[in-house]
């Protein structure tokens, strides 16, 4: 319930302040930024306004989708919590990052990617506490050929995986003192990690599959 609350007032928070802002914000609004922070696309007044809120909405009824059609779905009940507070960290996320495009076009200038970049750091962060607690299931995790074959290789896969991803939420929150190397500090360590995990799941399967 509690977890519920706090996604509900996040939402109908974006909303109304929306509605409030709305007459203030200009025709034309920034709404994309490059990874040196600079503006490099923009949309109609409504969906820059709105466009975010509408997403958060349909991201939360996915989420609540997930456990409700996942066939192991009883393997999502035993780290619920874990895939319930990262539920409530996305949104917040999302919000966060509405609020600064709102900020943006109300004028105040800055550097986007030097405010995005501790947000994200915070966010790989738990989203490593929350591989690492992970169970088997068809929608959540590192889901690799290997690791959706096998238990055990799920489990390595992940713990490792979890470790990683924490890893990267520290190396991207460091970016802040780099506003302009983003894609050293955030995307090249996920692509990295990514492709790892990718190779790590496989090559435990091959061990399995020889013993």
Do not use: C
């Not at 409504?46 to 996915?62: K, N, R």
């Amino acid at each position: 319930m509690k977890t519920q609350t706090i996604i509900l007032t996040i939402l109908l928070l974006s909303f109304a302040i929306g509605i409030y802002i709305y007459p203030q914000m200009p025709d034309k609004m920034a709404s994309h930024w490059n990874a040196q922070g600079q503006v490099d696309g923009y949309m109609s007044k409504f969906w820059g306004v709105f466009l975010m809120p509408t997403i958060s909405v349909g991201l939360l009824l996915l989420f609540l989708l997930i456990p409700k059609i996942d066939p192991l779905k009883a393997n999502i009940e035993k780290f619920r919590k874990y895939y319930d507070d990262f539920i409530v960290m996305m949104i917040a996320f999302l919000f966060y990052v509405y609020l600064l495009t709102l900020v943006w076009n109300s004028g105040f200038v800055f550097n986007m990617t030097q405010f995005l970049t501790p947000a994200s750091g915070l966010m790989f962060y738990y989203i490593g506490i929350l591989t690492q607690n992970a169970k088997r299931n068809w929608f959540i995790g590192i889901r690799t050929p290997w690791t959706l074959s096998s238990e055990n290789v799920w489990n390595k896969t992940h713990k490792i995986g979890g470790k990683l991803f924490k890893t990267i939420g520290i190396i991207a929150f460091l970016g802040i003192f780099f506003p302009n190397q983003m894609f050293f500090f955030v995307f090249f360590p996920v692509l990295f990690v990514a492709g790892y995990l990718i190779v790590y799941s496989y090559i435990e399967y091959q061990k399995e599959e020889k013993k």
